[in-house]
């Protein structure tokens, strides 16, 4: 209990977080403002819009909004997930600071595999571009959590250990579903698509996680 107490106590020097939050709270939000960039108005002629065309043509976009919806989504778990772990990680270093940007990579470069995917898909590499990015992101934000909660490194001294158990089994989810979902796009590309849509939800609804999280009260 002692040497357990010692290693949560020992290292509180640090940098603070607060530019790194900041930081990547700008790179999230120009991240999900670029997806919506990629689907263009269409362009008519007024024949064509007498005639309308403009259903048909707002009708073949569809695969570009479900890009977008799906993008979002995903980058809104990021997001979510990034603001929860920030708040039990209260000092960092400098390999955090080079895991945050090596996700902040990853989030940034989203924009592009979706508008392949929504220009493309079901095509194969579009979708294997896709979730390979993904499970990039999806990898390097668990790192950033078992870098931080290794023997409470960087993390809130009195964070219970049941949340910090529970974090280092969950941050794998994403990144395991993701690569499954590359591993279909060689020769399913729609399981992949079906992959993509179906993790947002998972996360959309509520888990022990958010429970014992409500529960704590942290100073």
Known sequence: MMSDMFRRTSKRAGLLTNRIEAFSDGVFA???????LEIA??????????????????VALWPKFLSFIISFGIISIFWVGHAIMFHFIVRSDRMLLWLNS????????????????????PEKISVILYGATLCFTGIVFAFIWLHASRNYHLINPKMP??????????????????????FFAF???????ALYIF?????????????????????
Do not use: C, N, R
Not at 187 to 193: D, Q
């Open 41 to 58: 108005i269409p362009e008519l002629t007024q024949f064509e819009l007498q005639d309308g065309e403009l259903f048909m043509s707002l």
């Open 187 to 193: 020769f399913a590309p729609l399981v992949s698509i």
């Open 102 to 121: 090596l996700l902040l990579l990853g989030v940034a470069f989203i924009p592009f595999p979706a508008a392949l995917i929504g220009e493309y898909a």
């Open 199 to 219: 993790l947002p939800l998972v996360y959309i609804i509520p888990s022990p996680i958010d429970a014992i999280v409500d529960a704590a009260v942290l100073e």
């Open 30 to 36: 120009i991240a999900i403002t670029l997806l919506i």
């Open 161 to 182: 250990d049941d949340i910090v158990h529970l974090a280092k089994k969950t941050v794998w989810l994403a990144p395991l579903v993701y690569a499954i979902a590359v």
